[in-house]
Structures are given as C-alpha cells and as structure tokens.
C-alpha cells in the first residue's frame, strides 16, 4: 500500500537488515567505546522480537473499541446520548441540531439506541485497521531504530489518556494522520501524503476543532514547503489544499444530505467556537499553566535535538505542530478543568513523540537528552493528567482494558444486555423523572429544559432535543435565539427541567431569550421533588414587548428594578471592548457575575454570560429555584418572592465597555 522509503538510513540498520542478519545467524559482535569500554549490543532477533512488542503494544492502547449507557453522573454524557438519540431519529447536525462535534462522532461513544451499537463497533472496527496499518508502516517499512520506536512508543502510550477518558473523548483519526505525514517528510512516499491529507479531511466529520487544527497543520506544512524548494513543492501545495478540502466537502455532503446542512453545520459548530471563551471560560490552578508552558519548553528542546542533526526537519515540525499546540493550549485553558487539561497534555505527549522519530539517538547527548526530556515530561503528565484517576489512566497507558472491551464487543447480544444493566444502575432511584410526571406525559412529546436528561432514554419518554443539544451551550445570541424560535414553532407539549445550571449560572440569564420564550407559551402542570413539569397553553400570554425605561450603567453599579405587580423584563448590551476581543481570541475572558438582591434581603450571587443578556430577562420576578420557577409559571397573580436591584462585576471588567445599555420592558398581552 505505501511506497518504500526514498531517503537514506546513513548507516541505520533498518528492518529488513535485522531479519536478514537473523538468518544468516549473524554473530553478536561487541562494541567498544572510543575510552574502551566493552558494550554489547542487543542481538538481531532480539531487536525485531522488540519491534513487534511494541507494534502490538501501540495496537493495543488505540484500539477504539468502546461502547457507553446512559448516566448522570456526568453532564457530557448527556450530549454523548444526544448525538446517539439524534443520528437514530434521523436529525441532521447543520438542519435540526448544532453542535461542534460532527455527524458521525456518535459512532465513537454508541449507545445501545436503534442500530447504533453495532455501526458503532463496525466503524471502530475499520479505524482500528487504519491505525494498525499505519503502525506496520511506521514499524516495518518506515526504517527507524528500534530505540526511536521505543520512546515513540512510550509518549503515544501517554497521549491515548485523552482519547479513552469517559468526560472527553478525543478523536483517533489524528493519530494515523501525524504518523503518515510524519513518514512522508522523514522517508518520503506519495501514497503516505495523499493518505494522511484524506485523513484529514475526515476530521470534518467527527468534530470541527480537530478540523481546525488540521487547518492549522496544512497551513504548517505549506510554508515549509516554500521554504525547502517552491519549483518542486507545487504538486504538494495544490494537494494539501484540494485533497482535505475535496474529502470534507464530499463526505459532509452524503453524511448531511445537502450542501444547505454542510453549511449549517460550519455555520454552528463556528458560532459555538466563537462564544467559547466568553461562556465557558473557567480559571484554574496558575501551576497548571506553568507546568503547560515547562511541557512546550520540553518540545522546543526536542525540536533543538533535531536540530544537531537537520535543520529543515526541526524546521518542518516547528511549521506544522506550532499552530495546532497554541490551539490546544487555549482549547485547555479556556476551561480550565481535569478534562480539558488532560486533553492538552495528551496532545503535547503526541507531538513529542513524533519529534523523537527524528532525533539521532545514536549518539551520546542526543540519547541522555531526549531520556531527560521524557522523564521530565513523564513527571508533568502524572502531576497534571493522571492525578485525578490514576488507576484509569494507568489503564489507559497500558491498554489492560483492551481485551475486555474487545471481548464484549465479541459478543453483542451480552453487550447489549450489560449496557442496559448498567444503564438502569446509574438510574436509579431518585434520579429518574417521577412517576407522576411520567404518568402524565405518557406517550406525548416531551422536551427537557435540564442540562442532564439521558435518562429519558431509561424512562422510555417520546422525547425531541432543542436544537443546541443542552442549554448551557446557547451561549451567543444566535444560538438562544436558535433555541426560542424552535419554542416558538416547534415546542413540544411537555417541558421537564430540574432548576440546576452549570457553573453557577443562573438558569433563566444562561438563555434569556428560550426562557422568555417559554415563558410566553407554557404554564406550570406539576411540581414534583426534582423536576418540573411545564405544559403549553392554548395561547401566548403575551404578544410583544413595551419599552418602559432606559439607563446607562457601570460594572459595580446597582440596577434597581421598577416597583411594579406585574413581571418587568430587562436586556442589557455590554459589549466587549478592544482589550476584551483580543482575550477572547486567544486566551479567555473573565467570568461576570450578577448579585441579586431580593426584597425580603437575602442576597445570591449567579454566574452571568453577558452577550446573551441582550435578549429579555425577567427582572423584578426573576426566578431562582425550582419552587419559584414553578411559581412564577403558574397563574396565581401573587407571587411570595421579588428582586429589588441587580449588581454586576467582575475581574475582568476591562475586557468589557465602559457604558453597558439597560433596557426595562413590560410585556403587553
């Protein structure tokens, strides 16, 4: 499948010799040091005895065979069940829903929903292939000595703990990409190029931010190329541009079904990307970051490695993984949290191992160097990756998981059976819906407001998903207006939501715009110990709004409400300023948050995502808990809760304008 290798070993014993000295029963030979000491090298048979361990060992910790049941234990399972319910009804990532993680990602995480489980193992099946292939490439074909392999082996080992972490998969297909570019510019093969650049381009299909990096990786490649030869590198740069570009645009075409969701699908996934830093930005441990920077300082050592011996090798691994590591350190450090740390460091482990294919560990300081560097790094990755669960990630290292998951796989139907067992044991009790509520939703179409709800699946409700897969992600203006349209034209009978936001937020100003929405179309029908239970009216309760006062306010400023018996709405437009839009391209904004006094004198302090608060909030009835929530939902006129004035600040304010435009509304039936 893949050509042979078209640069020199200079001196190296490739593969091929090491079997034929094998059988010419070639003597060991000792080696003596220039001080005379006697070194002995390992025999023939040994060294290829070795190679294959560590094939197969590679082939064991990525193999992607992997399958998942519902759970609430972990908020990301809940999109992992989204995408599974979704690919089953037959919505379309860009048509029906939006979400950054692309149209067949679902196939990596199946559940035992229609016919996924099984496309699932099949697709997994085929990757591992591609992944086994690639590493007979790398192994047996690409000519590099055996230690070169060995710390390759060990660092790739370290990177798959991001790919089989239960809160945030990665995504395989870079692996085999890499390791073919990698070959390509160390031993030469057009089949290698084409092949890793159509790899690329499948990324599109399994998650937009790989798509990106991926980006980033060709747009590397391309200077270097113009930088070694511009007469020779026009086939090369007209194939980096066209081939991925080709392969995304027409596997997105048949897995959407029109140009129209291959557009949507760009459209949203870059929408969610762009308010990432601003919503879900949290700040973390500054040892996280320090250790971050020391793990680039560790692969800029490397690259200098590979320096002593070619500088245009150096030069071609600066140019391709310098965009994509700056994409993944602000991708770990905007949310600054175990799995997006870990993600990170598992890239950099990833990026360091294929540097070392490159190092001459045939000399002294390159060797005692890189065995510095890796246990350097080895140290960093389990202070700051593997500390959290420690015997996962040792699992994880050494592939101990592999056969089992294998194993089940081998048999479905016990699979399915186990699935669902564990399934009903992360439901259990109280956290399934209530059977009150589920008796009166009985077969009708259901939607949850919650942020958590795979254990719709469980409960066997008829449910339908908002467009954006869980609310705490409609964090632009676009994307909760995207949300209250479809409340608007497509709301189902029932609404269930549990009164909890993520990250402090307060519920109703994490979406303002679905939450009004709902509020003009559904009253409350149950209130039961964890949930509640909405159902839509016959008519909207009101018709438009009314502007009823204006102001302009500072960060650190009260915003008293209006005295009035009836709700009054607010909308506020802060924009970012100068300072703040650098932050939000690369680095991270700072959180803001919003004091809310109540009339009786309590005081709560919410997390609030400024750039949607230009859609309507509720203000002086602005609910907090469930109880008000079903409150304020209901019909009674009288309420036993009230807001007397807002506040707002933040650490960050610079990041925002100085005048931020308040708005008070009435709502007129």
Request: glycine letters at 6%; proline letters at 6%.
């Given at each position: 499948m893949f050509c042979k290798p078209d640069k020199p070993l200079g001196g190296k014993l490739?593969?091929?010799?090491?079997?034929?000295?094998?059988?010419?029963?070639?003597?060991?030979?000792?080696?003596?040091?220039?001080?005379?000491?006697?070194?002995?090298?390992?025999?023939?048979?040994?060294?290829?005895?070795?190679?294959?361990?560590?094939?197969?060992?590679?082939?064991?910790?990525?193999?992607?065979?992997?399958?998942?049941?519902?759970?609430?234990?972990?908020?990301?399972?809940?999109?992992?069940?989204?995408?599974?319910y979704a690919a089953a009804h037959h919505l379309v990532i860009g048509q029906d829903i939006a979400w950054t993680w692309g149209p067949l990602f679902y196939l990596l995480i199946p559940f035992d929903i229609g016919d996924n489980l099984a496309r699932g193992l099949a697709f997994q099946a085929a990757l591992w292939v591609l992944v086994v292939v690639v590493l007979w490439d790398l192994f047996f074909r690409g000519g590099f000595r055996l230690r070169n392999l060995a710390v390759f082996s060990v660092l790739i080992g370290l990177s798959t703990l991001d790919y089989h972490q239960i809160w945030y998969p990665g995504n395989l297909l870079l692996y085999p990409a890499l390791m073919l570019l990698v070959l390509f510019r160390l031993r030469g093969g057009i089949v290698r190029y084409v092949t890793a650049l159509a790899i690329m381009g499948l990324m599109s299909l399994l998650q937009i931010f790989d798509m990106l990096v991926a980006v980033g990786l060709i747009a590397g490649l391309i200077v270097d190329f113009f930088l070694r030869d511009r007469q020779t590198a026009r086939l090369n740069v007209v194939l980096a541009v066209t081939v991925p570009a080709a392969v995304a645009i027409v596997c997105c075409r048949f897995a959407l079904g029109s140009f129209q969701a291959v557009a949507g699908y760009v459209e949203w996934s870059l929408e969610l990307t762009r308010g990432y830093s601003v919503a879900m930005s949290t700040s973390g441990p500054r040892v996280e970051l320090v250790a971050a920077i020391e793990g680039i300082i560790l692969l800029v050592a490397t690259l200098l490695l590979v320096m002593l011996r070619d500088r245009e090798e150096s030069r071609f691994f600066s140019l391709v993984l310098g965009g994509p590591i700056l994409m993944n350190l602000k991708h770990g450090f905007v949310r600054q949290d175990t799995p997006h740390i870990i993600a990170f460091f598992c890239f950099l482990a990833m990026a360091l191992a294929l540097v070392t294919l490159a190092i001459p560990l045939n000399q002294r300081f390159t060797s005692v160097g890189t065995a510095v560097v890796l246990l350097l790094f080895a140290i960093l990755w389990q202070d700051h990756a593997a500390s959290n669960d420690l015997g996962g990630a040792i699992a994880s290292v050494t592939g101990l998981g592999t056969p089992s998951r294998v194993w089940d796989a081998s048999r479905f139907e016990h699979l399915r059976r186990s699935l669902n067992a564990e399934g009903r044991g992360n439901y259990a009790g109280d956290t399934r819906i209530e059977p009150e509520i589920k008796l009166i939703v009985g077969d009708e179409p259901v939607a949850f407001l919650s942020n958590v709800y795979s254990n719709a699946l469980m409960d066997r409700l008829s449910l339908v998903l908002f467009p954006v897969l869980q609310r705490y992600s409609a964090y632009t203006p676009y994307l909760d207006q995207l949300d209250a349209t479809w409340i608007h034209d497509k709301g189902p009978r029932f609404l269930i939501f549990d009164g909890l936001a993520i990250?402090?937020?307060?519920?109703?100003?994490?979406?303002?715009?679905?939450?009004?929405?709902?509020?003009?179309?559904?009253?409350?029908?149950?209130?039961?110990?964890?949930?509640?239970?909405?159902?839509?009216?016959?008519?909207?309760?009101?018709?438009?709004?009314?502007?009823i006062a204006h102001r302009t306010i500072h960060f650190d400023e009260d915003l008293t409400m209006p005295i009035s018996p009836d709700p009054v709405f607010w909308t506020m437009k802060c924009p970012l300023s100068s300072t703040g839009q650098l932050r939000a391209l690369v680095a991270r904004v700072p959180a803001v948050m919003m004091d809310m006094n109540g009339k009786d004198g309590r005081t709560q302090s919410f997390r609030v995502i400024v750039p949607v608060l230009e859609a309507p909030s509720l203000g002086n009835y602005l609910p907090s808990s469930l109880a008000e929530f079903a409150e304020i939902f209901g019909e009674r006129e009288h309420r036993d809760f009230s807001v007397a004035k807002l506040k707002f600040r933040s650490l960050g304010k610079s990041a925002y304008r100085k005048d931020c435009e308040v708005e008070f509304l009435r709502a007129l039936p």
């Open positions: 490739g593969v091929m010799a090491e079997v034929a000295q094998s059988v010419s029963h070639t003597p060991v030979v000792p080696n003596y040091t220039h001080a005379g000491f006697r070194r002995f090298s390992l025999s023939t048979n040994a060294k290829v005895a070795l190679r294959w361990v560590l094939f197969l060992y590679l082939g064991l910790v990525l193999c992607p065979i992997r399958s998942l049941a519902p759970t609430g234990k972990i908020v990301d399972n809940t999109w992992f069940f989204a995408l599974n990250d402090g937020q307060h519920p109703w100003t994490e979406s303002p715009a679905t939450w009004t929405e709902v509020f003009r179309w559904y009253n409350t029908r149950m209130l039961g110990k964890h949930n509640l239970l909405l159902e839509r009216r016959a008519g909207p309760r009101f018709l438009q709004f009314q502007r």
